[in-house]
C-alpha cells in the first residue's frame, strides 16, 4: 500500500494570497498546467493509481482528474478533505488581516479561532478519521488523495508528529506530494515532493 497526498494546483486566491477555507475557487491557467505536469512526473515514474480521492472543491477535484486521467465518476470525495474553514475571514487578504491572524502560520498553539471558523483541533480530528478509514481499509496497490494546504499539513503533521508549533514546518507547494507507506503497522512518510517553488503562502511566514 502507497498513500500519495497531493495539494491542489494553482487558484487566483493564491496568487493574491487570499483565504480561500470553503470556498469553491477553480484552479488557473497555471494550475491546470501544474496538475498536468504532476501526471507527467508520475508516468515518467512509472506511477499509476488505482483509486483517487479528492476533496469535493473544485480545485481539488479538477487537480485529481488532471494529474491522473481518471474520469470524473471513479473519483471518490471525501468532505474530511476539505480545506479548514476560516468563516468569516474567507475571501480576504492574509495580509491585511494584522498579527492577531499571523498567529494561524507563525504561532499555532496562541491563535485565536474566529467565531464561525474551524479550529486546529477539529482540523485535525476529521484528518486522523480518513487516515484511519484508509488505513483499515489497506488499499491494495497506489491511492491519490487530492487535498488543500491547511489540510495537507494537518495530514503531514499527524503522520510526523510534535508540537502544534511545528505545524507549518514544511512548505507545500501547489501540486507538491509526499508518500506514506505502512510499517509494522504504522503510517510512514517515506518521500517527500513539496514543490516549494511553487509556493503561495506570503513573506512573513516565519519559517521560511
Not at 494570497?17 to 498546467?33: K, S
Not at 473519483?75 to 487578504?93: H, K, N, S, V
Not at 480518513?130 to 503533521?157: C, K, M, W
Request: with cysteine; proline share 4%.
Amino acid at each position: 500500500m502507497k498513500l500519495y497526498f497531493m495539494r491542489h494546483g494553482q487558484t487566483e486566491y493564491n496568487t493574491k494570497h487570499l483565504l480561500q477555507g470553503r470556498m469553491n475557487t477553480d484552479l488557473t491557467a497555471d494550475g491546470r498546467r501544474q496538475a498536468a505536469e504532476a501526471r507527467q512526473h508520475f508516468a515518467d515514474a512509472g506511477i499509476a493509481f488505482d483509486r483517487v480521492y479528492s476533496s469535493p472543491l473544485n480545485r481539488a477535484f479538477d487537480t485529481a482528474v488532471l494529474s491522473t486521467g481518471f474520469p470524473e465518476d471513479q473519483i471518490r470525495t471525501d468532505e474530511r478533505l476539505l480545506e479548514i474553514g476560516f468563516g468569516p475571514l474567507e475571501a480576504q487578504r492574509v495580509e491585511d488581516l494584522g498579527s492577531t491572524f499571523q498567529l494561524f502560520f507563525t504561532d499555532p498553539e496562541h491563535y485565536v479561532t474566529p467565531e464561525g471558523a474551524e479550529t486546529y483541533d477539529e482540523l485535525l480530528t476529521r484528518t486522523k478519521d480518513f487516515l484511519a478509514e484508509l488505513q483499515r481499509e489497506q488499499p491494495d496497490g497506489n491511492t491519490l488523495v487530492v487535498s488543500h494546504g491547511g489540510t495537507i499539513h494537518a495530514i503531514y503533521y499527524v503522520l510526523c508528529g510534535g508540537p502544534l508549533k511545528e505545524f507549518w514546518t514544511m512548505t507545500m507547494g501547489n501540486c507538491g506530494y509526499f508518500v506514506v507507506t505502512e510499517e509494522d503497522g504504522n503510517l510512514t512518510v517515506s518521500e517527500t515532493h513539496f514543490n516549494e517553488h511553487y509556493r503561495t503562502l506570503p513573506d512573513w511566514k516565519e519559517n521560511e
